[in-house]
Each structure stands twice: as C-alpha cells, then as structure tokens.
C-alpha cells in the first residue's frame, strides 16, 4: 500500500507498485472485517459530531484515522476497503512535522459533545502516536496519526522503506531524527521491517524485472539474434580482503543489467578468486536461459580469459580496451622521463587503433605504426612494402616542433617493450570489435549510493541493496546517455581527447 505515486525517481516505480500491491494483499485481507466495523461505528459517531460541533472541530474530523472515515456514494465493504488503503497512509500522502504540544491543543475538548476532557492518554509506537480520551459526559474517543494494519502503524512501514529504498541506512537517518526529536521506529523495529516486508518485496521486484528482461532474450535468440554482453566485477573492498563481489553482465545493445550476483568469500577459495566464480556462475544461468550470447566483452582478468577458453569455446570474447589503455599507459609512466610527452599519445593511440580497424587483424599494424611516428618517420618500408602513418601530413613547423625520439635511446627501448609486448599483442585481436564495458562502471558509481563500500552489510541485506541499485539502474538507463559514442563516459573524453597525435 505504499510507494504508489510520486515515487524517488531513483528507484522506479516498479518496486513501488510491487510494494503496494503485495503488501496489500499480504495485509489488508485479514484485517478487513475489523475496519468494516470500526468504520460503521465511526459514521454514527461522526454524524453526531457534524451536528453538534462547532466548525472550527472540522479540522479534526478530517485527521481522523482513515480507518474510521466514511466513504461516501460506496456500500461495498471490500470495495471499500481497496480504496481507502489506496488513499489512506499512501507513501504519496503529505506528512507533517508536528509539535507535540500543538497537537494536545486538539484534544482540550470532546470531539462529540464539545465539553473538556476529562482524562486523556498518548501512546506511541514508533512514528505513530495514539491519543485517548473520555469527556466529562464519559464519551470516549482514540485518535491515530496514522493507519495501522494487524496493528503495525503504516508511517513505521513508510519511513522504513524510504530509508533503504533511498540507499541510506537507519544509522543516518537516526542521527537526524535524533536531533530534533524526531520519532521514528526503532532500530529493532526498523530491521524487523526490512526483514519481513521491505527485502522480499525488493526480490520480488528483482526477479519480476529479471525475467521479463530475459524473456525478451530469448524471444531475440528464437528468432535468430544474439546478444552480447559486458561483465565486470564490484568488490566490496580491494584485493584480498573483500568480503562480497558483485558480478555483473551487462546488455551491450539496451545497457541494462541482465544478470547480477552477489559472492561471497565462503563460496570462494579466496577473496581475488570471487570474480571467476561470479563470472561463470552468472554466465551459465544466461546460457541455460535460452539467452544466445555471442561476445562477451571483460577486462583482461587472467581467470575470466582462461574460463572463456574452455568452457566456451563458441563464444567471442573481447577486451575492455579503456583496462588495456590504463594497463599501457601506467606500465612505463614512472620509468622515463623522456617518454612523458608521449604517454598520452600512446592511450589516444592505442583507443584508435582498436576502434578504427573495423573487426580484423588491421589492429597490429595500426598500433604498431607509433614506433615509426615517434622518431618523426611517417613513411616507411616492412618486408618490401611502404606503409605510412594514418594521419595527415605534418607541416614543417609541426614537424620541427614535436620532441621524436632517437630510435636508440633508452625512452624509446622502453616504449618499444610496451607496443610489443607480446601479450599485448596477442590480446590485440580480442580488442578489435571495440567492445565496452564502461556502462558497467557507471554502474557500479551509481551501487555506490546503496551499497557504500566502507559499510557492512549483512549478505541477504546487501543482496537487496544490489537488487535495488539494479532496478534503479535499469529503470533510468535509458534517460542518462543515449549515445555509445566514444564521448559517452566522461574518462574517456577528459583522458583521451581527439586528436590522436
Ligand atoms: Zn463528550
Ligand atoms: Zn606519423
């Protein structure tokens, strides 16, 4: 019954909608009869009231806990209840702050006879407070400042599921509250909440999302289409101690997550060895789902490249170049001075080569071509046949301006160990379709706000959160970047701008 309207446009209203819906089916069946009679009691009692009270009360009638309040025109009692849930304790429904001592100012008289009251009692349950009264002519009456359902007060359900549905956690959102006296549910209540209501909905949205987005899949391999795809991995800290890793697979042609899963270091040998684990794990289940995947696109991961030589032979699988790019130019940065201008260069170069040479073996030649370029040699001759740089012919000043190099000085040695590199090269072909996995480092920036590294989590909790900051993801992928050019991701643009040289 909650997040129905107006909902964090982080999250997508998927979730919400699924809150509400299970939620109340879970929770407004068994306590239907109870509102129906609490409800006919009030409509006695409220009619009195609009009789005999003066205007000014009128305010009061209408905070009346929206269990009590008639419904005019509607005689169905199960209709009745849907739309009162619907209206009544809704996420979208205006909240207020309220002193508490400006409240008691509302119950100084009786709200049926108008006269002082007499004894009055407040209790309170979480963010709820309940108000009790008897007049002196012994009537009596209870105010909520909110539904409850079985007894739960919904504004508890509501803040509970704004804290982690917003990615924050109860420790920061009590510190704020605390401050101003703020009341909320407490801690015991708000983990009770989460673990009954709030995780199993956030599943649900999860695996609803899941296979709706894996049944297009498969619809898209029944009729003769592949997909491909990008992994890559999320710990939770690095190297050796992370305790969780998210895997995740991303959908090369939409940019939604398709497959995310959450490992922890019991279901590894080790903390480095969790990303295999992910990997294959989250691969397979794509596979035994019917989804036709052709490129896989990683980072160079040494175990990521030696599970996609066995297991899956018929698969393509590509290379990140912006990992490989990284890996070239921080390899030689520190080691000569000489080579400094040229770092840049290098990355902008190796980025071209990959991306220019349309699928095939091209690349080699085109990033090889630098050790020419950087002694200021545009042309030259290879087993008997001339070759030139790709890019336009310098003009005097240009030429005489640029710092080449001496072709046996130590700084081009060193470079020259770099573009030859023997595993470089090799890998080179598993680089040129140009694929990326950036969209998956957004990402993991955007998990960030739900799952901050630097907290602990509990697996089940930490699971929701990832869920959550996939939906999120994938409910707004479309509306941040539409374009999968090279200027998309802002590393790229500000680390490597055009032109090459
Ligand atoms: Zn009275
Ligand atoms: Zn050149």
Same mark, same amino acid.
């Given at each position: 019954?909650?997040?129905?309207? /107006?909902?964090?446009?982080? #999250?997508?209203?998927?979730?919400?909608?699924?809150?509400?819906?299970?939620?109340?089916?879970?929770?407004?069946?068994?306590?239907?009869?109870?509102?129906?009679?609490? %409800?006919?009691?009030?409509?006695?009692? @409220?009619?009195?009231?609009?009789?005999?009270?003066?205007?000014?009360?009128?305010?009061?009638?209408?905070?009346?806990?929206?269990?009590?309040?008639?419904?005019?025109?509607?005689?169905? =009692?199960?209709?009745?209840?849907?739309? !009162?849930?619907?209206?009544?304790?809704?996420?979208?429904?205006?909240?207020?702050?309220?002193?508490?001592?400006?409240?008691?100012?509302?119950?100084?008289?009786?709200? !049926?006879? $108008?006269?002082?009251?007499?004894?009055?009692?407040?209790?309170?349950?979480?963010?709820?407070?309940?108000?009790?009264?008897?007049?002196?002519?012994?009537?009596?009456?209870?105010?909520?400042?909110?539904?409850?359902?079985?007894?739960?007060?919904?504004?508890?359900?509501? =803040?509970?599921?704004?804290?982690?549905?917003?990615? +924050?956690?109860?420790?920061?959102?009590?510190?704020?509250?605390?401050?101003?006296?703020?009341?909320?549910?407490?801690?015991?209540?708000?983990?009770?909440?989460? @673990?009954?209501?709030?995780?199993?909905?956030?599943?649900?949205?999860?695996?609803?999302?899941?296979?709706?987005?894996?049944?297009?899949?498969?619809?898209?391999?029944? =009729?003769?289409?592949? !997909?491909?795809?990008?992994?890559?991995?999320? @710990?939770?800290?690095?190297?050796?101690?992370?305790?969780?890793?998210?895997?995740?697979?991303?959908?090369?042609?939409?940019?939604?997550?398709?497959?995310?899963?959450?490992?922890?270091?019991?279901?590894?040998?080790?903390?480095?060895?969790?990303?295999?684990?992910?990997?294959? %794990?989250?691969?397979?289940?794509?596979?035994?789902?019917? #989804?036709?995947?052709?490129?896989?696109? +990683?980072?160079?991961?040494?175990?990521?490249?030696?599970?996609?030589?066995?297991?899956?032979?018929?698969?393509?699988?590509?290379?990140?170049?912006?990992?490989?790019?990284?890996?070239?130019?921080?390899?030689?940065?520190?080691? /000569?001075?000489?080579?400094?201008?040229?770092?840049?260069?290098?990355? /902008?170069?190796?980025?071209?080569?990959?991306?220019?040479?349309?699928?095939?073996?091209?690349?080699? %030649?085109?990033?090889?071509?630098?050790?020419?370029?950087?002694?200021?040699?545009?042309?030259?001759?290879?087993?008997?046949?001339?070759?030139?740089?790709?890019?336009?012919?310098?003009? *005097?000043?240009?030429?005489?301006?640029?710092?080449?190099?001496?072709?046996?000085?130590?700084?081009?040695?060193?470079?020259?160990?770099?573009?030859?590199?023997?595993?470089?090269?090799?890998?080179?072909?598993?680089?040129?379709?140009?694929?990326?996995?950036? $969209?998956?480092?957004?990402?993991?920036?955007?998990?960030?706000?739900?799952?901050?590294?630097?907290?602990?989590?509990?697996?089940?909790?930490?699971?929701?959160?990832?869920?959550?900051?996939?939906?999120?993801? /994938?409910?707004?992928?479309? %509306?941040?970047?539409?374009?999968? *050019?090279?200027?998309?991701?802002?590393?790229?643009?500000?680390?490597?701008?055009?032109?090459?040289?």
């Amino acid at each position: 019954f909650i997040f129905y309207r /107006n909902v964090p446009t982080s #999250v997508g209203k998927v979730i919400f909608v699924r809150a509400k819906h299970r939620l109340q089916t879970f929770a407004f069946k068994e306590t239907a009869p109870k509102r129906v009679a609490l %409800r006919s009691t009030l409509e006695k009692g @409220s009619a009195v009231a609009s009789e005999t009270l003066d205007t000014s009360l009128s305010s009061i009638e209408a905070a009346y806990d929206s269990t009590f309040l008639p419904l005019s025109g509607s005689t169905s =009692s199960s209709s009745d209840v849907s739309v !009162t849930a619907d209206q009544q304790g809704d996420w979208s429904e205006r909240k207020w702050i309220v002193n508490e001592s400006a409240l008691m100012e509302l119950f100084t008289t009786c709200h !049926t006879c $108008g006269v002082a009251i007499e004894e009055k009692t407040t209790v309170s349950n979480g963010s709820m407070i309940k108000v009790e009264w008897t007049c002196l002519n012994q009537h009596k009456g209870m105010w909520r400042s909110c539904p409850e359902v079985r007894g739960m007060p919904e504004n508890n359900l509501v =803040s509970s599921a704004a804290i982690i549905f917003t990615g +924050t956690t109860e420790t920061e959102i009590k510190e704020w509250a605390d401050l101003i006296n703020l009341q909320l549910p407490k801690k015991t209540s708000y983990y009770a909440l989460q @673990s009954t209501y709030l995780i199993p909905v956030v599943h649900q949205a999860y695996t609803d999302m899941q296979e709706l987005i894996l049944s297009e899949l498969q619809e898209t391999a029944c =009729s003769g289409g592949h !997909t491909d795809i990008g992994g890559d991995a999320r @710990s939770d800290s690095p190297g050796y101690s992370a305790k969780y890793t998210t895997y995740s697979f991303m959908d090369d042609l939409t940019k939604k997550i398709i497959m995310s899963d959450l490992i922890q270091v019991s279901e590894a040998s080790s903390s480095p060895t969790m990303e295999a684990v992910g990997f294959r %794990r989250g691969l397979d289940c794509l596979l035994d789902s019917g #989804v036709c995947v052709d490129v896989v696109t +990683t980072d160079r991961h040494p175990s990521i490249q030696k599970i996609m030589r066995e297991p899956y032979p018929n698969l393509r699988h590509q290379f990140d170049p912006w990992h490989v790019a990284k890996g070239i130019i921080s390899s030689k940065k520190k080691e /000569n001075q000489d080579l400094q201008p040229w770092v840049k260069s290098l990355g /902008n170069h190796f980025w071209w080569s990959c991306s220019s040479c349309g699928g095939d073996e091209k690349v080699e %030649r085109r990033w090889t071509s630098i050790l020419h370029h950087v002694c200021g040699i545009h042309r030259w001759e290879d087993d008997g046949q001339e070759y030139q740089c790709y890019h336009e012919d310098l003009d *005097e000043e240009q030429q005489r301006r640029k710092k080449w190099l001496a072709n046996d000085c130590s700084a081009y040695n060193a470079l020259k160990a770099v573009v030859l590199d023997k595993y470089l090269l090799k890998d080179l072909n598993q680089l040129t379709l140009f694929k990326h996995t950036g $969209g998956l480092e957004v990402f993991h920036s955007s998990m960030l706000k739900y799952a901050e590294k630097r907290r602990h989590y509990s697996y089940v909790t930490m699971q929701a959160r990832i869920q959550l900051s996939v939906l999120d993801h /994938n409910h707004n992928v479309g %509306r941040q970047h539409d374009s999968t *050019e090279f200027g998309e991701y802002s590393r790229y643009s500000t680390s490597w701008p055009l032109p090459l040289f």
